[in-house]
């Protein structure tokens, strides 16, 4: 497991946590995502389609 806060203050800020079989992201509300979806995820921001905005 391993999880990263998207802020410097841990537990009061969005997380992304890091499962065996799917990656947890949220603050209140959360989303799961399996492996496939993480890893589509993560391709797209990698090739350009997502990026900052």
Do not use: A
């Not at 009061?12 to 946590?17: A, F, H, L, M």
């Not at 993560?42 to 905005?53: D, H, M, N, P, T």
């Amino acid at each position: 497991m391993k999880e990263v806060f998207l802020c410097s203050e841990h537990g009061c800020c969005p997380s992304v946590e890091i499962l065996d079989e799917s990656v947890v992201i949220g603050e209140e509300t959360f989303v799961e995502l399996n492996r496939d979806q993480w890893n589509d995820l993560v391709s797209k921001i990698e090739s350009g389609v997502l990026g900052k905005i």
